[in-house]
């Protein structure tokens, strides 16, 4: 396999003007006219105006993109809210009729069997779904939800706390809580607390309405519940729920065993008689914090030879990105909360956005937005926006194996051995706690929407009994009842993207099964996790992991076996 970086060339419009800019629905109306009303009388037609549609789709997906991510750069421009809120409003809601007439025009083709199934299946599939799923009265309560859900951005980006007369982000403040002085890790997290607990019935009230409004979304498709919708509308169909309550009780008996040793271990490096909540992430006194880097720059400039290092392919990636200034790294006032990797289709150069504050965290972050850029790079080839619009099981494959690839390669970052193993070892840490909390969120978003018009108070009872299912029960938490009750709400994606959490909990076991083929055969599984990449939405899950070298799978016996290879690697690092 090719593995040197070639720059990729933006997609060239063949049907909208090379000047042409998403500026009102009037601009883009003859578009849509011009191909809900032209004719198709041969798979030579319809090949054309298929990749006509594409073509105005992704112009308008990249001018939606760049709103957002003008508006979470920046949350103090109301200009830029505006802008956002303009599109979601004033031009979405009168795309999406057209867009189903479109879809229902391509399914009565005559022409459609003669489309290469072996790479439209999938889109096809998904085409046919969105149909079906379509209701004319729910355009405009998806535009209020798209809206909405942007307020949980707002309300977080105002958080902030004081520490030692400085002002700093939530986000910013969390680097104190690894540090050895227990007194002040005890300060930080309870301002921490005490600032989220002021905004706990901001954010409940907020969560009351958007429940309110997905329910009604669901009833008006015809669903019982909006679970049962939201499987659907997210095109999954490998897995039920079934498989999620499996992969629950999987992370239960295999994994949380990981995670309560890996407690005591620190616990026992701590020298505590009793761990508190302030004591998860730090490390003994005399130890100093991991400090891989100081600026974004740095970070962006270290990330770059790491990934060089793996492969010239993904540095190239990188350093395009840099080039093109597609790179806002560091956490600032007034920057929306979270990271993630913004795929732009037309140009496909994607744009990586987070919050670094100089922790081993940032590193992990920045190896994990990475592989969803390079995944972005790998898959711009492909003919049809909606080709390279890849579900989310094997875009987080991408992100989550590339942290773990990257790992023997941060010397960059630490060049004391020490310091490298320390972070290896955080990172297998994390890895490990950061399954039983997925489980959790899961578990917890099927109970709220399988059980609509609950209180706020059952809300949180249910939280708390579902939280305790899943925790080791070895931190004293006494003295924070009440900010546990509502921890749930620091996890954005139960506003922002509803049922997009499982999808992490199955691609970390896919990229720890990436990992353990990676220790056998570092070349093959690099060449496998490019393939399987690059292959975008042309195949299904099972075929797309399959490609990767590894099993869709999230049953008991496979996490067991996975579990295992990780314990294993625990034990090379001295946890036991």
């Given at each position: 396999m090719n593995t040197a970086f070639e720059p990729l060339k933006k997609t060239t419009r063949h049907f909208l003007p090379a000047d042409f800019k998403v500026t009102n629905w009037e601009a883009l109306l003859p578009y849509f006219e011009d191909l809900k009303s032209r004719a198709i009388n041969s798979a030579a037609d319809l090949d054309k105006w298929l990749k006509d549609a594409s073509e105005v789709e992704a112009v308008i997906s990249e001018d939606a993109s760049w709103r957002q991510i003008n508006m979470t750069c920046d949350t103090t421009k109301p200009e830029y809210e505006e802008a956002f809120t303009y599109f979601c409003m004033e031009i979405e809601?009168?795309?999406?009729?057209?867009?189903?007439?479109?879809?229902?025009?391509l399914l009565a083709s005559p022409y459609l069997d003669?489309?290469?199934?072996?790479?439209?299946?999938?889109?096809?599939?998904?085409?046919?779904?969105?149909?079906?799923?379509?209701?004319?009265?729910?355009?405009?309560?998806?535009?209020e939800l798209s809206v909405l859900a942007q307020q949980y951005g707002v309300i977080s980006s105002k958080m902030s706390v004081a520490i030692d007369g400085n002002e700093y982000t939530l986000q910013q403040a969390a680097k104190f809580l690894q540090s050895p002085d227990r007194g002040l890790r005890e300060r930080v997290f309870r301002a921490v607390a005490a600032r989220r607990l002021q905004d706990k019935d901001q954010l409940n009230e907020l969560f009351d309405k958007l429940l309110a409004l997905r329910l009604q979304v669901a009833k008006n498709a015809g669903f019982d519940n909006y679970r049962d919708y939201k499987f659907r509308e997210l095109g999954r169909f490998d897995y039920a729920p079934e498989d999620c309550f499996a992969f629950h009780a999987a992370i239960r008996e295999h994994i949380m065993p990981l995670q309560a040793m890996l407690i005591k271990n620190r616990?026992?490096?701590?020298?505590?008689?009793?761990?508190?909540?302030?004591?998860?992430?730090?490390?003994?006194?005399?130890?100093?914090?991991?400090?891989?880097?100081?600026?974004?720059?740095?970070?962006?400039d270290k990330a770059i030879t790491v990934f060089n290092d793996l492969r010239p392919y993904f540095g190239g990636c990188l350093d395009t990105m840099l080039d093109m200034h597609r790179l806002d790294l560091e956490s600032r006032?007034?920057?929306?909360?979270?990271?993630?990797?913004?795929?732009?289709?037309e140009t496909g150069v994607p744009f990586i956005f987070m919050n670094a504050a100089g922790t081993i965290g940032d590193v992990i972050t920045m190896m994990h937005e990475g592989g969803h850029a390079i995944h972005s790079f790998l898959s711009h080839d492909l003919p049809l926006s909606a080709l390279k619009e890849y579900p989310m099981e094997i875009a987080e494959l991408a992100s989550m194996s590339m942290e773990l690839f990257s790992m023997e390669h941060?010397?960059?970052f630490f060049k004391d051995e020490k310091e490298l193993h320390r972070a290896q070892l955080e990172e297998l840490e994390r890895i490990i706690s950061v399954l039983p909390w997925i489980a959790t969120i899961d578990k917890f978003q099927h109970w709220l929407y399988t059980n609509p018009g609950h209180s706020v108070k059952e809300r949180e009872d249910e939280w708390m009994a579902i939280l305790k299912e899943f925790s080791s029960g070895i931190t004293?938490?006494?003295?924070?009842?009440?900010?546990?009750?509502?921890?749930?709400?620091?996890?954005?994606?139960?506003?922002?993207?509803?049922?997009?959490y499982i999808e992490y909990g199955i691609a970390q076991l896919g990229a720890i099964a990436m990992w353990r083929q990676?220790?056998?055969?570092?070349?093959?599984?690099?060449?496998?996790?490019?393939?399987?990449?690059?292959?975008?939405?042309?195949?299904?899950?099972?075929?797309?992991?399959?490609?990767?070298?590894?099993?869709?799978?999230?049953?008991t016996g496979y996490v067991k076996e996975l579990g295992a290879f990780v314990k294993d690697r625990l034990a090379e690092a001295g946890v036991k």
């Open positions: 809601p009168k795309m999406k009729p057209y867009f189903f007439d479109l879809n229902q025009m003669q489309l290469d199934k072996s790479i439209y299946y999938p889109f096809l599939r998904s085409v046919e779904n969105s149909v079906k799923l379509y209701r004319k009265e729910n355009v405009a309560l998806q535009a616990q026992q490096r701590l020298g505590l008689d009793q761990m508190k909540p302030w004591d998860t992430d730090a490390e003994p006194e005399g130890t100093k914090p991991l400090r891989p880097f100081e600026t974004g720059s740095e970070l962006t006032k007034g920057k929306a909360p979270g990271g993630y990797n913004c795929p732009l289709a941060w010397d960059v004293d938490w006494t003295g924070f009842e009440d900010y546990r009750q509502n921890f749930w709400q620091k996890q954005l994606h139960l506003y922002e993207v509803p049922f997009y990676y220790r056998q055969n570092k070349q093959q599984a690099l060449d496998n996790y490019m393939k399987a990449l690059s292959l975008g939405n042309t195949k299904t899950l099972n075929e797309l992991y399959a490609a990767a070298g590894i099993k869709f799978d999230f049953s």
